[in-house]
C-alpha cells in the first residue's frame, strides 16, 4: 500500500531585491520568493519639525541722574530683529515699577539698587535685557557695570510655524510639507524642538496685577517735565503758597529741603512730607503708564519753622511735575 510523506527540501537560501523608504532597493535573504512584498519598512516615520528665528535685541540704554535721587533711563537706542516689541517693564529695585520707553523714578533714601530692564514682545516672551547696579551716596551716583550708556546683548528663538518631514531612519526622505501634503515654505531655520516662551521677569506678580485688565493696551509715550523751586526766608514759618498743575499731570515728586514738615495738598488729598524728605504723589488707574490726572494747584503748607541754611543754601521746596501726552 502506498503512503503520502511531507518531504522537507534543503536548498540554497534565496534573495530579493525589496523597496526601501528611501525608494531604492536593497538586498533581502527570503525563504522563499511570492508575489508580496513589502513597501513600508519599519525605518520610515514621520515627524513634525518647527521653522524658527532668532531674534535678537542689540543697541544700547541710556541712564541719566538728576540730584539729589532721580534716575531716567532712555530705550530709544535699543534694537530688535525678527520680532516686534510690545513695551519695556523697568524695576528699580525698591518695589517702584514702570512701563515706557521713557521711565523715570525718585528714590526716597539713598543707598544701593538694582535696576532691571526688561522687554515684553508680541511673541509672548519677557526678556531681560540688563541689571545694572545703581549705587547713590550724598547726591553723587555710580554705575555697574560701569558702560553707559549700557550695550544690550540678548537673543532667543521664537516659533513661526510647523510642517511634517519624513525620515528613512535618520536620513531625510523628501522635503518638508503642510498637512494638506502641500509644500512647505521654510522662513527661519528647522528645529526638532518647539521653542519655549522665555519668562524672565522675576516680580511677576506685580507684573500680573499691572496686566490685569485685557482690554487696556499699553501705549508708549512721552513725558513732560516742570519743575517749581521756590527758596524760603531763614528761619521762618512761611505762608501757605500755590504751584500750578500743568496740562495732564500725572506724578508729583516734591523734595522738601526745610527743618520742617510740609503738608503737600492737591486734587488727589493731602500728604506729610517729612524734613528733608522726598515723596513721589501719583495714583495709578490703569496698565499704561498714565495715573490719574492733578488738576488745579498744589498747595504747599509749613508747619514749623523752616530752620537755617541746609547745605550752604537757603531753605527750599522743590517740586517737579510728569505729565504724559
Known sequence: MAHKQNVNI???PKTAQVPNCTGTLDDKTVDSIVGAYLLNQENKHTEKIYDVLTAVFGGTIAYTYNAPLEVVLSYSAVTLANDTLRYYWTDFGDGYNDVG??????????GSYEIKSYAVTASGNKVLLIAKEVNIF??????????????????Y???????????CGSSLVGSPYNA?????????????????????????????????????????????????????????????YNVATIANSREITVQ?????????????????????????????NNTTVNQSVFTGNITVTFLSSVGGNIG?????????????V
Open 10 to 12: 534543503c536548498s540554497t
Open 101 to 110: 520707553g521713557n521711565p523715570s523714578h525718585t528714590y526716597n533714601a539713598d
Open 138 to 155: 550724598g547726591g553723587v551716583i555710580s554705575y555697574a557695570p560701569t558702560a553707559l550708556p549700557q550695550p544690550v546683548s540678548a537673543n
Open 157 to 167: 528663538q521664537l516659533l513661526v510655524n510647523s510642517a511634517f518631514q519624513d525620515y
Open 180 to 240: 494638506d501634503g502641500t509644500p512647505y515654505t521654510l522662513v527661519g531655520d528647522f528645529v526638532v524642538e518647539r521653542p519655549i516662551i522665555i519668562d524672565l521677569l522675576e516680580d511677576n506678580g506685580d507684573y500680573q496685577a499691572a496686566m490685569a485688565s485685557a482690554s487696556i493696551t499699553p501705549t508708549l509715550v512721552t513725558p513732560v517735565y516742570s519743575t517749581n523751586r521756590t527758596l524760603q526766608t531763614v528761619n521762618t514759618t512761611p505762608a501757605a
Open 256 to 284: 522738601n529741603l526745610t527743618n520742617s514738615d510740609v503738608q503737600i495738598t492737591t486734587s488727589q488729598g493731602a500728604q506729610i512730607v517729612a524734613t528733608r524728605g522726598v515723596i513721589t504723589l501719583s495714583n495709578p
Open 312 to 324: 550752604g543754601v537757603a531753605p527750599r521746596v522743590i517740586i517737579n511735575q510728569k505729565a504724559y
